[in-house]
């Protein structure tokens, strides 16, 4: 086994939830991930080049290819992706949500109506536990762009949902 | 919220600031119940997308990922030291391939020509039989009867004829047996004695084929 492929086993965990947490569907999260470690392979395969930060290249190339994958689904080039909602995404409305409880489900949909600029810097801070700079290097973005995506994505969590974030938080 | 806005209560929540920042927005929150109230659901909102998207780090990574990770192409190298063990039987089969063609085609070729190889001449063995012959010509008499050998061969010879030719020579006629060149009998040959004395041949029949130049 390859070095390279050492590494994507070690942090596999980590991005399969990131991936998950970007697409808000376990189906779909492991299908971007399979994709995204495609990507790579195919890249660095005759490549003997050192990845310096691995983990942040992973994170970029899933984020890059979730947001080619949903241009497809929208079958244009003239979207922006990044203003996209997952309410509104095409041929996602039968998904099914994993978790039985329902205060959950309500706040999943709450992160489905965040856009995906704003809900791939809250999944790189709140689940990945990323630094604002570590999350501006990812995304290639300014620190103050993510602060701003950050506090945008919290207001719009406690407006759309107050009272089921504070009741989800005491189960 | 003027010296400490919500943007400083989230980067509390965040852990971006140093230790004199955090106590500065501890001492803040304990005296604002709107920024503890901001500040505690800033945490919620972490700990829910955490523990609402955490969770399938607990669950089996999908088997086809982790095919493409596991199921490691051998490089070239190793791919040929891999197969130097099976490459060891089909080198074996070429060669017996091989004997066998070759073999084959021996058996081919001698059945196609199947005088004996060993009482085949070449141009040059022609020359030494030749010149044997010429040599007992010259030291013996008349009706001559003999067996030349060379090598594992024993080519007869029997005088069949002794005459005068049209330039005035000495000159008699052989028959041969088992007097081989190459791929042809030699059935009869004319030797003459030349005007130094020495006989040589200077016709050989055949039983087909053209007469060489002698």
């Given at each position: ?28 999260g ?38 080619d ?38 706040i ?21 536990n990323?630094?604002?700079k ?38 | ?10 980067m ?43 969770n ?10 982790l ?24 080198f ?61 061969q ?24 088992k ?29 087909k ?6």
């Open positions: 086994m390859s070095k390279l492929k050492k590494e994507l086993m070690f942090i596999m965990p980590k991005l399969r939830r990131y991936c998950y947490g970007l697409t808000g569907n376990k189906d779909m492991d299908e971007l991930l399979h994709n995204s470690i495609v990507k790579i392979l195919e890249k660095f395969k005759f490549s003997f080049t050192q990845i310096e930060n691995l983990s942040a290249y992973m994170y970029r190339l899933i984020s890059n290819t979730w947001k994958e949903l241009r497809k689904k929208y079958r244009s080039k003239e979207i922006n992706v990044d203003e996209v909602t997952y309410n509104n995404i095409p041929d996602t409305n039968n998904l099914s949500y994993d978790s039985n409880i329902n205060s959950l489900n309500e999943k949909e709450s992160i489905n109506s965040l856009s995906v600029k704003l809900r791939e810097v809250l999944m790189l801070i709140a689940l990945e990323k630094s604002y570590e999350t501006a290097e990812i995304l290639n973005i300014p620190i103050g762009t993510v602060m701003s995506r950050l506090n945008e994505a919290r207001k719009k969590l406690r407006l759309n949902n107050n009272t089921n974030l504070a009741e989800a938080a005491h189960e | 919220m003027s010296k400490i806005d919500d943007l400083k209560l989230q509390y929540v965040d852990g971006e600031l140093d230790a004199a920042e955090i106590k500065e927005v501890e001492n803040f929150i304990n005296s604002n119940m709107e920024a503890k109230k901001l500040v505690d659901s800033y945490k919620k909102i972490n700990h829910l997308v955490f523990s609402t998207y955490n399938i780090k607990s669950e089996d990574l999908p088997r086809k990922t095919d493409l990770l596991i199921d490691d192409k051998p490089s070239f190298i190793s791919q040929l030291l891999n197969y130097k063990i099976k490459l060891v039987p089909a074996a089969a070429a060669a017996a391939v091989m004997l066998v063609a070759i073999f084959t085609f021996n058996v081919q070729k001698d059945f196609q020509n199947p005088a004996d190889p060993n009482i085949l001449l070449s141009d040059k063995n022609q020359n030494i039989v030749l010149n044997q012959l010429e040599n007992i010509i010259g030291q013996s008499q008349d009706n001559l009867l003999g067996v030349v050998s060379h090598g594992d024993d080519i007869q010879y029997e005088e069949i004829k002794s005459y005068s030719d049209n330039k005035g020579r000495e000159c008699k006629d052989f028959k041969f047996s007097f081989q060149i190459k791929e042809v009998t030699v059935e009869k040959g004319t030797f003459c004695k030349l005007a130094n004395g020495q006989w040589k041949a200077t016709k050989l029949e055949f039983l084929g053209n007469l060489p130049e002698l």
